[in-house]
């Protein structure tokens, strides 16, 4: 079948931080990977996408490269912002048609 | 364009009250999904459509839970009669095919 799983939260991180939240996943055949945003009070919003092996998706700072070895997406920042709390999901898609989401991390950046 | 629209943004009901949750898509979009977000089960598919048809239905809860699309540009979810532990974020995206997902701001149900 097709999941996700990323990493527990809450994560606390200092401005200017390194992040990395870990995803990996379990599909069938060649699913496309993607991050997704949730801002307070917000619906989620695509944050980056990688369609294939190796890709890697980068937007605002964040980059996640698509590992199918280790079955896995794990995103990353080399300098967090305050502005960056909010939930993060990773997601899989085998079809183009459906979504499978993880349970989402949430992130606080302190001054 | 509005995005997906969905109303209203907050929702306080008594239990056993019928809730009726809206959704207007993004126009040109061919497909429609209902979430459910909760601190225990994160994002939950209760059902999506494609076309105006309702394909998977497999994550709707119970028969208490209904949804319909009439239209292209309408949607609804209904939970009859509604209990505390349906309380949560509802969430309604639409997408136009090829792995894009667009989400609404969500409907925060509460039922006392």
């Known amino acids: 079948g097709n999941s996700v799983t990323q990493m527990e939260g809450p994560v606390t991180l200092s401005e200017e931080a390194f992040l990395t939240i870990n995803c990996t996943y379990t599909?069938?055949?060649?699913?496309?990977l993607f991050w997704y945003v949730q801002y307070p009070g917000e619906g989620l919003q695509l944050l980056l996408k990688a369609t294939k092996a190796d890709d890697k998706g980068s937007n605002k700072g964040f980059e996640a490269t698509y590992r199918k070895e280790t079955t896995s997406f794990h995103l990353e920042k080399g300098s967090v912002q305050v502005s960056d709390s909010a939930v993060y999901f990773c997601a899989l898609s085998p079809t183009g048609n459906q979504f499978y989401f993880g349970t989402g991390t949430s992130l606080t950046v302190i001054p | 364009d509005a995005g997906v629209i969905q109303s209203p943004r907050h929702e306080v009901t008594e239990m056993g009250q019928e809730v009726t949750l809206r959704c207007k898509p993004i126009s040109g979009h061919n497909s429609l999904f209902w979430y459910r977000q909760t601190m225990m089960r994160g994002l939950e598919l209760l059902i999506y459509f494609n076309n105006n048809v309702p394909i998977d239905d497999s994550g709707m809860p119970e028969d208490r839970f209904s949804a319909k699309m009439p239209n292209a540009s309408f949607s609804t979810l209904k939970i009859q009669p509604s209990e505390p532990r349906d309380s949560a974020v509802y969430f309604c995206a639409s997408s136009p095919g090829v792995e894009k997902l667009f989400f609404g701001s969500g409907t925060q149900l509460s039922v006392l």
């Open positions: 599909a069938t055949g060649y699913p496309s």
